[in-house]
C-alpha cells in the first residue's frame, strides 16, 4: 500500500508543489488578517484573496482527481498493477490517499499558523476557536468533494461533457461555500455527496475494464 501511495505522489509531485505553495501563501494572508482581531469568517471572505484562495484550493483538487484518473487509465497503469498480487480497491485507495495528503498538505500548516495567531491576539472566547474548526472543516469537505467529482470526470476520458458538467459542478460547490458560510447544513450536504460520489467511483474502478 506504501508503494502504491509514494507512486502517486511521485507521479503528481506538481500538486505537492502547488499545495506548499498555496499553504505559505494562505499564511500570509493569515496573519495580517488576523492580527486585526478579525473573525474566522471575516478574514476567510472579508477579501478577495480569501475567496481566490478557496477557488484554487476547489480547482487544485479537482484537476488532481482528473488527471490521476485520466492519465492512469490512458497509460493502463492501473491495468499494469493490477495484474500484481494487488486488488483495485487498494490502487484506488492509494489515488485517493494522494488527494487527501495533497489537500492537508494545503491546510495543516495554516491551521497551525492560525491557531497561534489565535493563541496570541484572540480574546479567550470560545467562539473564535469554533469559528477556525468550522472554517478548515468547511474547505477541507469542499476541497474533498471537488477532488471526488476530479475523479470521475477523468475516468470519463476524453469526453467533453462530462468534464463540462464536472467543472460547473466544482464551481457550484465553491460558490455554496462563499455565500452560506460554513453553516452544519452544508457540512452535511457536502459529507453525504464525499459519500455518494466514492461510492460511485469505487464501484466504477472496480467493476469496469481498465
Given amino acids: 500500500m506504501y ?4 507512486r502517486e505522489i511521485r507521479d503528481h509531485a506538481v500538486f505537492f508543489i502547488g499545495a506548499v505553495i498555496l ?10 488578517a488576523l492580527d486585526n482581531h478579525r473573525t474566522m469568517e471575516a478574514a476567510a ?13 476547489v480547482l487544485g ?19 499494469f498493477v493490477s495484474t500484481l498480487p494487488v486488488s483495485r480497491s487498494r490502487i484506488l485507495l492509494a489515488k485517493i490517499c494522494a488527494g487527501i495528503l495533497v489537500l492537508l498538505t494545503t491546510l495543516v500548516p495554516l491551521a497551525v499558523a492560525v491557531a497561534i495567531l489565535l493563541q496570541i491576539n484572540a ?6 476557536w469554533a ?25 470519463n476520458s476524453g469526453k467533453v461533457a462530462p468534464a463540462l458538467g464536472g467543472l460547473g459542478l466544482t464551481c457550484i460547490l465553491a460558490s455554496l461555500i ?17 459519500a455518494a460520489s ?13
Fill in 178 to 194: 462563499v455565500i452560506k458560510g460554513f453553516a452544519p447544513e452544508i457540512m452535511i450536504i457536502l459529507s453525504l455527496f464525499i
Fill in 198 to 210: 466514492l461510492i460511485r467511483t469505487w464501484h466504477k474502478f472496480t467493476s469496469s475494464s481498465l
Fill in 45 to 57: 471572505f472579508g477579501s478577495g484573496g480569501g475567496v481566490i484562495a478557496l477557488v484554487v484550493v
Fill in 61 to 79: 483538487l479537482f484537476a488532481m482527481g482528473s488527471v490521476q484518473m485520466y492519465t492512469d487509465k490512458i497509460r493502463k497503469i492501473s491495468a
Fill in 131 to 155: 469559528l477556525a474548526r468550522d472554517v478548515f472543516a468547511g474547505v477541507f469537505l469542499a476541497g474533498f468533494a471537488c477532488y471526488c467529482i476530479g475523479l470521475q470526470v477523468g475516468w
Fill in 3 to 6: 508503494a502504491l501511495i509514494k
Fill in 123 to 128: 480574546p479567550p472566547v470560545p467562539m473564535y
Fill in 23 to 32: 499553504a505559505a501563501s494562505l499564511i500570509g494572508l493569515a496573519v495580517p
